[in-house]
Structure formats: structure tokens, C-alpha cells
């Protein structure tokens, strides 16, 4: 479940970033990797515990 939303967030980041202007790309793609990273990283430790909760 993680992994799908962070597709869904990684391909609207590409999207939107297409818009910004060459003299920020390279600073955009970077806060954009991390943004994407961190929900990753957070999505799947709230999916692992609300599993591990409902499976008891």
C-alpha cells in the first residue's frame, strides 16, 4: 500500500515540477526526492503498525 501511494506522489512530483524554471530545477528535483522519501518512509511504518494492530 505504501509503494502505491508514493507512485501516485512521485508521478504528480514530476508532473508539477515540469513547470519550474531552469535556474531551480536541480534544487526542485532534490526537495522533491526527499519529500517523495520521507512519505514513503512514513506510509509504511503507519501501514505496518495499523496492520500489525488489526492482525492481533
Do not use: C, D, N
Not at 501511494?5 to 528535483?29: C, E, H, K, N
Amino acid at each position: 500500500m505504501a509503494i502505491v501511494t508514493t507512485v501516485l506522489l512521485a508521478g504528480y512530483v514530476i508532473l508539477t515540477l515540469r513547470s519550474v524554471g531552469p535556474a531551480w530545477q536541480a534544487t526542485a528535483r532534490t526537495v522533491g526526492a526527499v519529500a517523495v522519501v520521507a512519505w514513503y518512509l512514513l506510509t509504511y511504518r503507519i501501514v505496518k503498525r495499523v496492520a500489525l494492530e488489526w492482525m492481533r
